[in-house]
Nanobody, 125 residues
Framework: QVQLVQSGGGLVQPGGSLRLSCALS????????IGWFRQAPGKEREGVSCMSFQDGITLYADSVKGRFTISRDIAKNTAYLQMNSLKPEDTAVYYC??????????????????WGQGAQVTVSS
């Protein structure tokens, strides 16, 4: 059974940092691309970042470029999203996703086979 278990959400002040984790079980991270998405209340789901599994290329939405960093620890079978300089508009439920189809990425796809349960990130003073 494939599971993506997320952790690390919470409440943070503007300008602060959070790191989201996405632990995979039932599949190996080194053969799965990773995507991070977010959905704010009343808004459509937005792709935030992705990483291809073969060459480790990382891509970011313009809204988070330079502030967010996607990474992975193959030994721990865990992906991460480091979020710095957070803004109130970053408030959303964040989801991680994994898929074995995307060995090389030049853009972030919307369609992933496996999804995490979501983690609330609230940026407020």
């Amino acid at each position: 059974q494939v599971q993506l278990v997320q952790s690390g959400g919470g409440l943070v002040q503007p300008g602060g940092s959070l790191r989201l984790s996405c632990a995979l079980s039932g599949v190996t991270l080194n053969w799965h691309a990773i995507g991070w998405f977010r959905q704010a209340p009343g808004k459509e789901r937005e792709g935030v970042s992705c990483m291809s599994f073969q060459d480790g290329i990382t891509l970011y939405a313009d809204s988070v470029k330079g502030r967010f960093t996607i990474s992975r620890d193959i030994a721990k079978n865990t992906a991460y999203l480091q979020m710095n300089s957070l803004k109130p508009e970053d408030t959303a439920v964040y989801y991680c996703a994994a898929d074995p189809r995307y060995s090389y990425l030049r853009y972030c796809p919307d369609d992933y086979l496996y999804w995490g349960q979501g983690a609330q990130v609230t940026v407020s003073s």
